[in-house]
C-alpha cells in the first residue's frame, strides 16, 4: 500500500508533467510573395528608341532580405524563382523588403516597408534598375 505522502508527490509530479506538455500556440504566420523584375540601363544606340529594357537575368544574383523594421535587423533571405517569383512565410509584424548589398553594387532600388498579418498574403513586388555603374560591379552571366 502507497502511503498518503507519498500518493500526494506522485499526484502532484504527474500533473506537472501534463501541464509542462500541453501544446505551445505559436502565433500563426502570414506570407509575403511578388515578383523580382531587373531592369537595365544601358548606353541609347541610335537604333533603340527605349533605353531601359527587362533583361533574362538570373534572379539568383540579386537576393531579397527581409528587415525587421523597427531594429532593421535581417530576418531572412530569399531567392526568386527562374520567373522572378518569390514567396515567404514571415511572423505577423512590420516589415521592409530590401535587396542584399545594393548599395555596394550600385543598384536603384527602393526598400519597402510592408506588415504581415496572421494566415494572409501581402504582396510586394520589387523592381531593381542596374544602372552604368551597376553593371560593371554585377556578377557577369
Request: proline content about 7%; hydrophobic content about 40%.
Amino acid at each position: 500500500m502507497i502511503s498518503r505522502p507519498l500518493r500526494c508527490l506522485i499526484a502532484a509530479s504527474l500533473s506537472s508533467v501534463l501541464v509542462g506538455t500541453s501544446p505551445i500556440n505559436a502565433a500563426p504566420e502570414g506570407f509575403i510573395e511578388g515578383q523580382l523584375k531587373v531592369l537595365s540601363r544601358r548606353p541609347v544606340e541610335l537604333a533603340e528608341e527605349n533605353p531601359a529594357t527587362v533583361t533574362a537575368k538570373n534572379y539568383a544574383d540579386y537576393p531579397l532580405i527581409i528587415l525587421s523594421q523597427a531594429e532593421r535587423k535581417q530576418i531572412a533571405r530569399i531567392t526568386a524563382d527562374a520567373d522572378g517569383n518569390y514567396r515567404a512565410s514571415l511572423p505577423a509584424g512590420d516589415y521592409i523588403l530590401d535587396v542584399e548589398g545594393r548599395v555596394r553594387r550600385r543598384l536603384h532600388v527602393r526598400a519597402q516597408p510592408f506588415t504581415v498579418v496572421p494566415n494572409q498574403t501581402v504582396h510586394v513586388d520589387m523592381t531593381i534598375e542596374a544602372g552604368f555603374g551597376a553593371e560593371a560591379t554585377a556578377p557577369q552571366e
